[in-house]
């Protein structure tokens, strides 16, 4: 059985509840075994690393019956893009939908990841924790029954470029690799030149000039060496974590015996209150290990942090709002519903935006 999952470590094991009867029968009385792989973005990122304490808890409580073995999208060809209909077709058994790999055929999973809007990481949660059931819907309609188990959480993304980024005019042409619409959206109205590209074929094209930079977390960044082949760190962009889904296929989640479903959850839920806590910490681990490996960090001024707010206001949500189907779509409901008083920014009937304050 293959079982799959998007991008994406530290942390303790602590958090697991103790194998036995967790409802639904015993383990004891279960004889069949269950074998998947989990294949992340790349076995270098912190979050994918950091599953591997979920995947210990099930296999200690299931006394070895749910064996959990991690790959990654690089092994096996995989880009994440189709997340969502390999998921509903049964290809794959386990994924982690990434909202920038699936928001360009679904806008809707973009909505608690428009990067521009938010101010600061608390309020990039505020919104996650506003919309975590509405998401878990969304997946398990648009996947047609798929079961959500966990979030993962990445940490804030940074420029990594050959050349500092000190004031607006030194964006203007810099070719950057992006992983998402909202992304590009944002790098775009800041003059930058978009690329969409792997995120495994990165180092090669800044190494070749291809690209001038790239977006990533500082860690992730890191563990491609990135750090060789640019010189200038600069963020990080406000509120730029990001949420996935491990999400179960839905013919797959229903194979398993309840007491296997109640673990799984049950350690989901433990998974994402550390991702959660460590996703905090990997912002100045990843700074620092970049420092060290010879890049020069700067933040961003206050004249740039105000011109990224203006770009998210003026094109970053305009334009997912007219990806999403405009004013009235399942999306833009949502996000005026729930996102927008923690924004500022609210969608008119006519998709323009109107600034209602923070």
Not at 70 to 99: K, N, Q, T
Not at 115 to 125: D, I, K, N
Request: with cysteine.
């Amino acid at each position: 059985m293959l079982i799959l999952a998007a991008c994406g470590g530290g942390g303790d094991n602590g958090g697991s509840t103790p194998s036995g009867s967790s409802g639904g029968g015993s383990v004891a009385d279960i004889d069949q075994t269950f074998t998947f792989q989990y294949v992340c973005v790349n076995r270098t990122l912190l979050p994918c690393q950091l599953v591997q304490q979920f995947i210990d808890a099930v296999d200690e409580r299931t006394d070895g019956k749910v064996e959990i073995q991690i790959s990654s999208y690089p092994e096996l060809g995989i880009s994440g893009f189709d997340m969502i209909r390999l998921l509903e077709d049964g290809s794959v058994g386990l994924g982690e939908i990434y909202s920038g790999f699936v928001g360009g055929e679904y806008p809707v999973f973009d909505v608690g990841n428009l990067w521009g809007l938010f101010t600061s990481t608390e309020q990039y949660y505020e919104a996650v924790d506003a919309l975590n059931d509405d998401m878990k819907r969304v997946v398990t309609e648009k996947t047609q029954g798929g079961k959500v188990v966990a979030f993962n959480f990445y940490p804030s993304n940074f420029f990594f470029t050959k050349q500092p980024l000190e004031a607006l005019k030194d964006f203007e042409g810099v070719r950057t690799r992006s992983h998402s619409n909202v992304l590009s959206d944002l790098v775009n109205e800041l003059g930058g030149d978009a690329q969409t590209m792997a995120f495994a074929e990165v180092y090669t094209a800044l190494e070749r000039g291809i690209l001038d930079g790239a977006v990533t977390c500082s860690t992730c960044g890191f563990g491609q060496k990135w750090n060789e082949v640019t010189d200038y760190l600069t963020g990080p962009i406000p509120g730029s974590f990001a949420q996935t889904f491990i999400t179960f296929n839905s013919k797959e989640w229903e194979s398993m015996p309840p007491i296997f479903q109640q673990i799984i959850t049950e350690e989901g839920a433990n998974h994402t209150a550390r991702a959660r806590t460590e996703a905090a910490k990997w912002d100045t681990q990843g700074v620092g290990q970049l420092v060290e490996g010879g890049m020069k960090y700067s933040e961003f001024t206050q004249e740039m942090l105000d011109v990224i707010g203006s770009a998210g206001e003026k094109a970053v949500l305009p334009r997912w709002v007219g990806r999403a189907g405009g004013y009235g779509s399942e999306g833009v409901d949502l996000y005026n519903e729930k996102i927008a008083a923690i924004t500022g920014l609210r969608v008119n009937p006519d998709n323009t935006v109107t600034n209602i304050g923070r």
